[in-house]
């Protein structure tokens, strides 16, 4: 996150919406993405490679300590000519997102989940799980002690 993100985060915050919308402008001009000011992101949260063609929703909830690599969209689902839900993923504690993935729709990714590279996650992810394909499939739950 650059600093005209976190200042149009702070703006935000503080009901100051004229502010923050021009300082999130200018983060999507130098930062090449499209993270909203707006998303809930947890201290911790690394967008790999700038975030570099991210997209995320305004209303987005993004847990602690999550890898998000380059050209992932967190979003709303459009489905059957509407939109499915108004509210986009919950993304919980220490999740992985592999390059190009597509999060959309109220769904969930469970604490510790790993999302392959150009995934497309449709429905809920439990909790330590790897999933991949299109639309994203269950491959491997791992076992925490």
């Not at 929703?57 to 993004?62: D, P």
């Given at each position: 996150m650059n600093v005209f993100w976190k200042s149009a985060a702070y703006l935000y915050k503080h009901n100051c919406n004229w502010g923050g919308y021009c300082f999130e402008k200018i983060s999507y001009l130098l930062g090449g993405n499209a993270i909203s000011a707006k998303a809930s992101i947890g201290e911790g949260t690394v967008f790999e490679h700038r975030g570099l063609g991210c997209v995320v929703?305004?209303?987005?909830?993004?847990g602690k300590n999550c890898i998000i690599f380059q050209s992932v969209t967190i979003g709303s689902r459009y489905k059957n000519g509407y939109w499915e839900s108004a509210m986009p993923p919950v993304i919980e504690d220490g999740v992985i997102i592999g390059a190009g993935a597509v999060i959309l729709g109220n769904?969930?990714?469970g604490t510790g989940a790993h999302i392959g590279a150009n995934a497309v996650c449709i429905t809920d992810i439990p909790a330590y799980s790897t999933a991949v394909g299109?639309?994203?499939?269950?491959?491997?739950t791992r076992q925490i002690e």
């Open positions: 929703h305004a209303k987005s909830k993004i769904i969930t990714i299109i639309p994203a499939k269950i491959v491997k």
